[in-house]
């Protein structure tokens, strides 16, 4: 039997997380020969501390052979303890009278806080995912307050806009999905983020021939960039399901690697297309041995770059914001 | 690449349907090589569709390899038309002002128009599971209501109550839950069930010797009784995670086997221990080759008859209602 590898997720009470924890415990991320400890974050106050005992009353109700132990706790510092994995799901919520600089402030505080113990009681090899939006700036965040952990190790999810993407492209040209390679979501989880089919092939023939590049700016690129807004209009609800599966996408190719296929993982720049270093920006990458790599070399035209200029336009802003806050806290 | 199988799933966009399509999606049930054309049976009201369009829109964003179609309906005839699998989790709640009688009643109309649909156009050898309560009868109805499939394979679930017994006896003796062998739930899903420790074992010892009667008879027992109702009381919501976890064990062990262990499931009596013929009683059953058999030959005392003759009362009482609605049918 394998150690068992430890699992903290934050905001595990809420949506996503009710549909994020039973899939971890049931082996779906790490596979059927991993035993986990997972560990939960919620917030202390008694509403949060009573939907977190309801769910480990429910993951103790399903008797998963994998799970080797579970905890609750508001405090970071045993939350992250040696932890192997942080999934950073709670975040605050835009609220109807915040100002995007009000947005920033709130989360920068949890995730100064949270990068913080994550620094100081975390495995050194710690896996970060922030799911929790703004994610990248989120991430951005607790990497600049986790100084003593590889920064590569912060990254924020576009998986959940990759595979929105994916079923876009496979239904336009009726494949699987399974079927479409090479594509990826560049930039910001947001308005301005960009999935990129120039490089996307489907059974080796280039997708770009089979689309035509309006169906492509005028529908594809907004459909998925308001895809959570459409999913709150059909359920009531924002998306908990379909992002709790793309959070567990993301690790699992992180840890058991993408079988060569590319995948997009929002990773702290390399400087590598010209996006600033420093910035968590969604890349194309690869993923083997428990490691991600940007894929390099792909050819780069202004359509590309005027997407790219949004992008970094965004984060810069986002980043110029809450450097001041991380410098005050 | 296998032929898909196809789910049909009712009261899809419910909390445990939403628990549960996404892990089915996933391959945590039929596995990692069985691609699944899903189904979902939704009531014809507008939040209904609503709320079902909003799941498949959800599914959508998974791209999951395995999904190979999906659809939803209001026509149990589309629902269930070439289905290797129901899973029938819809029902009507219990409300208020509601006795037993008008619970059966309005269950009994739900599971005779499924029962003939079901009958009428699925696959022959449809295996089918009943979650929504009282589930034990509403088995037994669609079951009466299907004379050309083989009554056996209308099942009912008691997985949650074998799950919840698992890991009660594992925190009182301090064990893994895969240490336990032998361990069964009989009778009917509901305040009466018996969770029968008499002839399990831990690493080969009885647990019987592990443990005191009086822990065993007045905690375990009421605890697993009322354990439904105690996570209502921690969560505000009913199980769902946890119900859609058992409904997926109940269904990879029927047609992935059970690996030599007995598992509970609730299926027509055979007049295996004295239980009437025909009722749909919780039984140890071990799954092999796509087929479950009722363990028999355990020895049974007269504390076992005392809990079965509770079992038996109760869902004879249930059939004395529910026949003489679908005679009338």
């Not at 100081?120 to 994610?135: E, F, M, R, W």
């Not at 009726?174 to 990129?196: A, S």
């Not at 200029?309 to 986002?318: G, Q």
Request: neutral net charge; hydrophobic residues 40%; contains cysteine.
């Amino acid at each position: 039997m394998k150690t068992p590898m430890k699992v903290a997720v934050t905001g595990a009470a809420g949506q996503i997380g009710y549909s994020l924890l039973f899939r971890i415990a049931a082996g779906d991320m790490l596979g059927e020969d991993q035993p986990i400890d997972l560990c939960m974050l919620e917030r202390d106050n008694e509403a949060s501390i009573k939907a977190a005992r309801g769910v480990m009353m429910e993951l103790d109700d399903c008797a998963f052979p994998l799970l080797n132990k579970v905890c609750s706790t508001s405090d970071p510092s045993e939350c992250f303890r040696d932890a192997d994995i942080a999934m950073l799901v709670g975040a605050r919520p835009r609220t109807a009278d915040m100002q995007r600089a009000d947005l920033l402030a709130a989360n920068a505080q949890i995730f100064v806080q949270q990068g913080r113990a994550i620094n100081n009681v975390a495995k050194p090899d710690i896996k970060v995912l922030v799911v929790g939006n703004p994610c990248n700036t989120n991430a951005y965040i607790a990497r600049k307050c986790a100084p003593n952990i590889n920064p590569k190790n912060f990254t924020a999810m576009m998986r959940l806009d990759h595979n929105r993407t994916l079923t876009q492209v496979a239904q336009k040209i009726n494949c699987k999905v399974t079927d479409i390679e090479g594509l990826c979501v560049w930039g910001n989880h947001g308005g301005t983020m960009f999935p990129d089919l120039t490089h996307s092939t489907v059974k080796g023939k280039p997708v770009m021939t089979m689309i035509d590049k309006t169906w492509y700016l005028s529908d594809l690129v907004p459909t998925v960039a308001g895809r959570g807004g459409a999913i709150i209009k059909a359920r009531g609800h924002s998306s908990a399901a379909s992002a709790a599966n793309a959070a567990i996408d993301h690790i699992r190719s992180w840890i058991k690697g993408s079988n060569d296929q590319i995948v997009t993982m929002a990773v702290p720049s390399d400087g590598s297309y010209g996006i600033p270093e420093g910035l968590t920006f969604g890349f194309p990458v690869v993923c083997k041995d428990g490691d991600y790599e940007i894929v390099k070399g792909l050819e780069i035209d202004d359509f590309h770059k005027e997407f790219f200029a949004k992008n970094i336009k965004a984060l810069e802003e986002e980043k110029a914001i809450v450097d001041e806050i991380i410098a005050k806290s």
